[in-house]
């Protein structure tokens, strides 16, 4: 008995309860023999368990008298929880066409109608935080949240969303979400609340990188109202883990608080590690992980924080640790993100099986030429493009994508060998083309301004030539003035230059003259004195002996009456110094016919 059998549903709703209990069991047992759904190598998760039809009952409970209100919409409901269960593991869209046959013949079948009548809405969706419109006894309406319902309305759906991601990102600065919500985005975000929604939901999401798988359970946790806890490895050292884990299972028990654990493959770094995340997945705890020590402590804590309830406070320490390990379980929800790639990937789930049989999983598909194009379109409106422009751009880099995943097909079909293209490679090429286009505008817009400054000086030029033409018109006769005066000083100028010549020559020959002169002049100074230096000591002597005449010398000198040929001399050199005139003349004796002058 579950929750369709309460009395406020339309009898008409309670009555599908058979059928719907009965179209799960053989959905689930057509599932198992159906060829395309058998496991493989390539697809050893595709192991349906009993677990699975408790999951499509356990969210089915969710519905209410208030939403539900007719057979097609309990009928939708379950067609919607088997495909989250069942549905949402396959890998490729031929194992999905192939699961969405047998279910449609099951509807037809068991139910009486076509699924094209009753599911008016693709792709078929419900949770519980879009807001829905509900009537009063009164007749009145309001918009409320938390009833599990259909989504008709994908653009409230997508507002919705989006106005969350932005009260995530006002709250989370360290990390923020930029995500682009297309039709599978939000379907993943869907799935990852409710999974994580249930008690004890785990869920294993599976995807080549760059989906956004760590994004979307970021998203989806928000929603959910839960604590994200991101276990972020330094070292490959089980300490570090087992702190980790300690910790968030302290938030889960002791705190009561619902806390999302997100694990990537890449973080496993051992086989302890795998054994310790697949307890954890079975029973929410990690046996032996608590010393005695940590054991006191949480049982201290859990005691004053349940002071207040006598349930709690009257039970034995085991008792206390167990209500600890209940809430632990309740309350933990991992989020394993595992990549098909990745080597080890099948053997652990062959190795551990509770990483199938305790989570819900949802498998990332390659997303479509929709969703590649909606996400160019959002990461090019940071670049100066036109909307027509950056559909252009993005449906360009659609095309590559999709042709690189062509070839990727042909390439493994030839060489055995896979090579994946990610959305990873998308917004890398995106964000080139973008800094790219940047830098290219930049170096334009600079080339466009100095093209326009020449521009600018050459009409700048243009306007000083025209004013200089004006100028040189106004100033032409002037010129011719001035051209004729020169005419004139040059003639003057030539004229005078001949006659400077001449004067210069004149002057050099003038000059070669004066040098002679100069020279002959030199050479007699020098002949004066070199007698003049002969004469010097002479002088020098008789200025002496003039110091030693007396009178009686000079009246001595008078009474001689034929004095010496030096004393002629002298009177000679007194009468010349003194320029003595009329000095008396006597016969020579060297020949009497002339006369010379008498000295004595």
């Known amino acids: 008995q579950f929750q369709i ?15 719907i209990v009965s179209a799960t069991i053989e959905l689930f047992n057509k599932i198992k023999i159906a060829k395309e759904l058998l496991p493989t190598p390539q697809k050893s998760h595709y192991i349906f368990s009993m677990r699975d039809i408790s999951k499509v009952f356990q969210t089915m409970g ?4 208030r939403t539900f209100k007719s057979e097609e919409d309990m009928i939708k409901l379950w067609m919607h929880e088997c495909s989250r ?5 396959l890998i490729s869209i031929t194992d999905k066409e192939a699961f969405n046959h047998i279910l449609k013949v099951l509807v037809k079948s068991v139910f009486k109608c076509e699924y094209n009548r009753i599911v008016k809405s693709e792709p078929l969706v419900f949770t519980d935080f879009v807001p829905i419109n509900i009537f009063d006894k009164d007749g009145t309406s309001k918009s409320i949240t938390g009833i599990y319902s259909e989504v008709v309305d994908k653009e409230l759906l997508k507002k919705t969303l989006e106005r969350m991601m932005g009260e995530y990102n006002e709250y989370n600065s360290n990390f923020k979400l930029n995500l682009v919500l297309f039709t599978e985005a939000f379907e993943h975000v869907i799935r ?3 999974i994580i929604g249930t008690q004890s939901g785990h869920c294993l999401l599976v995807g080549l990188g760059g989906l956004g798988r760590k994004s979307l359970t970021m998203l989806s946790t928000h929603v959910s109202g839960y604590d994200l806890r991101l276990y972020e490895a330094n070292s490959s050292v089980m300490k570090e883990w087992h702190e980790s884990i300690i910790e968030v299972l302290k938030e889960a028990g002791v705190e009561n608080k619902s806390i999302v654990l997100l694990l990537r493959d890449n973080q496993i ?18 046996p032996g992980l608590f010393p005695n020590e940590e054991k006191m402590k949480i049982l201290e804590e859990i005691g004053t924080q349940t002071s207040a309830n006598p349930a709690i406070v009257t039970m034995t320490n085991v008792e206390k640790f167990d209500f600890f390990l209940k809430r632990c379980k309740d309350n933990l929800h991992l989020s394993l993100c595992f990549s098909p790639t990745n080597e080890n990937f099948r053997q652990w789930l062959r190795l551990f099986p509770s990483y199938i049989n305790c989570t819900t999983i949802d498998w990332f598909l390659q997303w479509n030429s929709e969703a590649f194009l909606n996400v160019g379109h959002a990461l090019l409106k940071k670049v100066d493009l036109s909307h027509t422009e950056s559909i252009s751009v993005s449906s360009i880099c659609v095309d590559i994508q999709q042709s ?11 060489m055995k060998r896979r090579y994946y293209v990610t959305p990873s490679n998308y917004f890398e090429f995106l964000n080139l083309f973008s800094q790219l286009y ?22 700048e030029s243009k306007v000083s030539v025209e004013k200089m033409k004006i100028a040189i018109i106004e100033l032409e006769p002037k010129l011719k003035i001035a051209n004729e005066e020169t005419e004139k000083l040059i003639e003057k100028i030539d004229f005078e230059k001949i006659d400077a010549t001449i004067k210069r020559e004149n002057a050099e020959k003038q000059e070669i003259s004066c040098n002679e002169e100069r020279f002959a002049a030199q050479e007699l100074k020098d002949l004066c004195k070199s007698e003049l230096d002969k004469v010097e000591p002479l002088l020098e002597e008789a200025s002496k002996n003039l110091k030693s005449i007396q009178r009686a010398h000079i009246d001595f000198i008078k009474t001689i009456k034929n004095p010496l040929p030096p004393i002629q001399r002298l009177f000679q050199a007194l009468c010349i110094v003194f320029k003595v005139k009329n000095i008396p003349t006597i ?8 006369k010379k002058l008498d000295w004595s």
């Open 404 to 414: 690189i995943t062509d070839l990727n097909v042909k390439f493994y079909q030839e």
């Open 62 to 65: 969710n519905a209410t008298f």
């Open 438 to 459: 940047e830098s290219k505008t930049i170096e334009n817009k600079n080339n466009i301004g100095r093209y326009a400054k020449g521009v600018e000086i050459l009409e």
């Open 269 to 286: 770094f051992c086989e302890e590690m795998l054994e310790e995340i697949s307890s954890l997945l079975n029973r929410g705890e990690v």
């Open 5 to 19: 059998a309460s009395p406020r549903f339309l009898p008409s709703i309670v009555a599908l309860k058979e059928n």
């Open 85 to 89: 269960v069942f549905c949402d593991r």
């Open 587 to 594: 016969k020579d004796p060297a020949d009497p016919y002339k």
């Open 192 to 194: 990852i609340k409710r």
